[in-house]
């Protein structure tokens, strides 16, 4: 079978189409035969190095896949032939707290990913899919979508008439606009592009903000979070943007920490998480629990992703490049 492989050393250009052995499903195992997959940031540090650089190759990258179980092991009973599926990014976590034991099982590293025509997966490690969903918008489920989900419903609780605040539109930022629009929430977007905030707009969000026209952005959050900050900041950014989070949201609020796309280290000031009272969460991913319960919730209020553009799957290489340039809105994706 052909996948897709990082060979000899880091970098887009390590990429290449490989053969590998077609794998056969033992007891408890399912095998797909892969659809879609979608990328993730993680996805683009993996490859590059910067993730996991003492990650052994080569490795089948990317976290993300939907397909259809084509055979199933022995003993298996939570899906049937014909099913169509979605890997779980952690393998190994199907509820309750993580634990170091649960942190190992993700895909796409240490365990292979999905850009595989076959895939062999334990039954606890998949997730049916909504049926509306076409096979690349459900492929931006396992990561992106949960995340969101992980952050404003598993850990923030969040309801309607709360606040709540996305950086950006990747595809975290547009599930959290989607999610929170669908629990009743009132949501502010922040981007450098004003077309951006225009299609989030139309998506729903209430207020968007253009943090290279207005750098503190945090206290015009604030000002439209009725003068006391919003409930809930979905934070993306990282060191370089948690200081301007940090006046965004209210006292008693909720910070979700999930990127580190303008860094990892950075001075700041920690007083405001005292002084305000602030619960700052970290935010990896999510379980296999939260995943079933985000896949009802969206199958219910019938929800569709926004995936900016489709590749073929050989097509890695230039679906990573449209990614590190940042211009995309939504999910990237790739089609088998």
Sequence with gaps: MKVIEIQGSFGIESLAVAERPEPEPGPGEVK???????LNFRDFLMVQGLYNPRQSLPIIPCSDGVGEV???GEGVSRVKVGDRVAGCFFQGWPSGEPTAEKAITTLGSP???MLAEYRVLNEEGVVHVPDHLSDEQAATLPCAALTAWSALVTYGGRKAGDTILVQGTGGVSLFGLQIGRMLGARVVVTSSSNEKLERAAK??????????ETPKWGKAAREWGDG???????????AGTLQESLQA?????EISMIGVLSGGAKELSILPILMKNVRVQGIFVGHREGFEAMSRAMAMHKLVPVVDRVFPFEEVKQALQVMEKGEHFGKICLSF
């Design 32 to 38: 797909i035969r892969m659809k879609a997959s979608s």
């Design 70 to 72: 084509v055979e199933s």
């Design 111 to 113: 365990l292979d990913g």
């Design 203 to 212: 998506m729903g969000a209430d207020h968007g903000i253009n943090y290279r």
């Design 228 to 238: 006391i900050g919003v409930d809930h900041v979905i934070e993306l950014g990282g």
């Design 249 to 253: 949201v209210r006292i008693g609020g």
